[in-house]
């Protein structure tokens, strides 16, 4: 076998199966990350060459914490290559410019903290790995979570709070082009242009939304969590679009 996805099933997953059509692809169901067990001898049987972790569920450490260490621990022990996928809900989005890579992880969700203490995790069992922080993924062939969002006659969208969304296709492109390097460690891969969520939600939809603040929602929520891409514009030869140049807009 020469590329595993796993969460081959998810948003991001299917892009990465679109653009690697011969990767090994199966389903929660059939290699389900909580089950270190059956994750050793998946990887012992088959011998990956590559791996791109993409499973994670929102609310269930045990599948996107503790799962990410049990794929990290098979994968150094197979001596596969590993591309895990973190997010940019890891920091508490108060730095006041775009976060490098060397900025500490301070999460104020208990998603962003399974995610921090994944990241870590994984680098502990294999320092080899490369840890990619992304953000807001949109641009499928199908409508996504954002374009669904954006969609939605009754949502209300965030004018106070600023990512750096990205092109599902992009990221995909440039998880397998991190597959085939060796670059190890955490990299910050996301789109070039910091938005709004209501901005966001505006260009997807293509025309006005509602706009909401982050003071009228019920949990605490960074601010700003744009992320500097500039380390992976000078290792990858993917580009890293900005949302208005995938989507035209001015
Ligand atoms: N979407 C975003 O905007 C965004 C932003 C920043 C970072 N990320 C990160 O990007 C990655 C992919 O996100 P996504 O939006 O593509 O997620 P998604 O659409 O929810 O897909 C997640 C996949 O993980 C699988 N999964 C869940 N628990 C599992 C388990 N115990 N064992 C094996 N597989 C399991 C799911 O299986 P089922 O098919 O059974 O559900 C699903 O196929 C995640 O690491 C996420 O944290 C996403």
Request: negative net charge; proline residues 6%; charged residues 25%.
């Amino acid at each position: 076998m020469t590329l595993l996805v796993i969460g081959a099933g998810g948003y991001l997953g299917g892009e990465l199966l679109r653009r690697a059509p011969e990767a090994a692809a199966p389903s929660s169901i059939e290699l389900d990350v909580r089950d270190e067990a059956a994750l050793f001898d998946f990887f012992t049987r088959t011998g990956p060459r590559a791996v791109v972790n993409a499973a994670y569920r929102r609310g269930d450490r045990a599948s996107t914490c503790d799962g990410a260490i049990h794929v990290a621990r098979a994968a150094s022990v197979v001596g596969a290559r590993l591309v895990h996928v973190s997010t940019d809900l890891v920091f508490d989005g108060e730095k006041g410019s775009p976060y490098v890579e060397e900025d500490d992880p301070a999460p104020v969700s208990d998603y962003g903290r399974d995610k921090a203490d994944a990241e870590r995790g994984v680098l502990d069992v294999y320092p080899d790995a490369a840890v990619v922080r992304t953000s807001l993924i949109y641009g499928g062939p199908e409508p996504g979570p954002q374009e669904r969002m954006a969609a939605d006659p009754d949502g209300a969208f965030f004018t106070d709070e600023y990512r750096c969304p990205v092109q599902v296709g992009d990221l995909a492109a440039a998880l397998l082009e991190l597959a085939s390097s060796a670059h190890a460690g955490l990299l910050h891969v996301a789109g070039a242009d910091s938005v709004s969520r209501h901005q966001l939600a505006e260009l997807l939809s293509g025309g006005p939304v509602r706009a909401a603040s982050q003071a009228d929602a019920a949990e605490a929520r960074p601010r700003d969590c744009s992320l500097s891409i500039e380390r992976a514009r000078s290792l990858l030869r993917t580009p890293l679009r900005g949302v208005r140049e995938v989507l035209n807009a001015p």
